[in-house]
Structure formats: C-alpha cells, structure tokens
Nanobody, 121 residues
C-alpha cells in the first residue's frame, strides 16, 4: 500500500514563501505522476501543479511564475516552492500520486490528508 505524507503548510504574510513536501512511501510501486491540488473554503478541489514521468510539469494559470515544483525521484518526493503568496492562495493543499503496484500490476491513485496554507496579514 502506498502512503502519502505532506508537510510544509503554515501561516505566512502576503508576499511570503512556503515550501510544501509530498512523499510517497511503501514498497513495490512505481510513480507515474505527482500533483498538488488545493481546496479553498467554499470551493471545489482544483489542480495547482502537476509532474509527469519524463519530467513534464504544468501549472494552473494563477500560480505560474510564483510556484515551482521539483522532484526527488530517489525519494519519491515532490516539492512545491511557493513564492509571492497571496491571500487567494489560502487553502488546504493536497498531494495526489498515481502509479502502478508491481504485485498486482494495477494502477493506483492515492491522496494525502492535506496541509493548510494560510496567507494573511
């Protein structure tokens, strides 16, 4: 079973920075894609940034130029550096990992529990 752990959220003033970390752990799996989603109060969960095997990255328009994702493949870890944070970035941020488990050769998609990011003065 693949477990997802997120960390790095917190309270920051507008213009500040945070780095989120997502790690997939377990045994007998390979990761195909990792992504960060966020859910603001009263809104649906939405994609923020996405990494795909091969190194392709994509960003939601409102975070382009401010957020950057990077991956440590050996550690199955995805980072998201968030700079110039704005109050509208306030949300619970979730990590999603998709891949394949070798035991059954079946695909999986797992979510972390989320980490709160609050941008406020």
């Amino acid at each position: 079973q693949v477990q997802i752990e997120e960390s790095g959220g917190g309270l920051v003033q507008p213009g500040g920075s945070l780095r989120l970390t997502c790690t997939a752990s377990g045994s007998g799996f390979s990761v195909y894609a990792m992504a960060w989603f966020r859910r603001a109060r009263g809104k649906q969960r939405a994609l923020v940034a996405h990494w795909t095997y091969g190194g392709t990255t994509e960003y939601e328009d409102s975070v382009k130029g401010r957020f950057t994702i990077s991956r440590d493949s050996a550690a199955n870890t995805l980072y998201m550096q968030m700079n110039n944070l704005k109050p509208e970035d306030t949300a619970v941020y979730y990590c999603n990992v998709t891949g394949i488990t070798f035991a059954t050769m079946s695909a999986f998609a797992s979510w972390g529990q989320g980490t709160q990011v609050t941008v406020s003065s």
